[in-house]
């Protein structure tokens, strides 16, 4: 898990909040009579909140990916896996160790049990960030769809817009209703 795991895991994070943020952009602009400018900054705001949610859950997948791996090698090496020098080498796994040191004296078969905690407690922290992500999304379906409902979305703008304009080009050049006088 070095810099180019690192690397990845903001590309493929940062590309999810892209894609999404666009799709719910997309969604808003076509459904919703949303001001352009609303629609913007709720764009800005998904592409970094997403983005963060998103990377968050590809790197808890790659550290249980690693998890997986490092219990694996340490059943074949040894019958006693030294959490201590696995913390040393992948300090990441520090908050996800710790939290399975105290459940692990409950547990008989502790190689087995400590893989089934650590998956069990980054499934939950991936669940949380999913959730939040959902959350996010919509929180911003809610915030665009506010003009539409007060009557000052952009549907109406536009409206006042073209009608001024259709009215200006129909309306006969003298605009007074006297008869003219001759």
Not at 105 to 125: C, H, P, Q, Y
Request: aromatic share 10%; charged share 15%.
């Amino acid at each position: 898990m070095g810099i180019l795991s690192f690397i990845a895991t903001l590309f493929w994070g940062i590309l999810a909040g892209i894609i999404i943020a666009v799709l719910v952009m997309y969604l808003i602009n076509e459904l919703m009579g949303t001001p352009k400018w609303l629609t913007g900054l709720l764009g800005i705001f998904l592409f970094f909140f997403l983005s963060f949610q998103f990377t968050a859950i590809v790197g808890a997948a790659k550290v249980k990916g690693a998890m997986a791996d490092i219990t694996v090698l340490g059943n074949t090496v040894s019958e006693k896996t030294d959490w201590s020098a696995i913390e040393t080498n992948y300090p990441v796994l520090k908050p996800y160790l710790d939290k399975v040191g105290m459940k692990l004296g409950e547990v008989t078969d502790k190689k087995t049990s400590a893989l089934s905690l650590v998956n069990k407690i980054i499934n939950g922290f991936m669940w949380r960030r999913a959730a939040w992500a959902l959350g996010g999304v919509v929180v911003c379906f809610v915030l665009a769809a506010v003009p539409g409902m007060t009557g000052n979305g952009r549907g109406r703008q536009q409206g006042r817009r073209g009608a001024s304009a259709h009215y200006r080009a129909s309306a006969p050049v003298n605009r007074s209703h006297r008869p003219r006088r001759r």
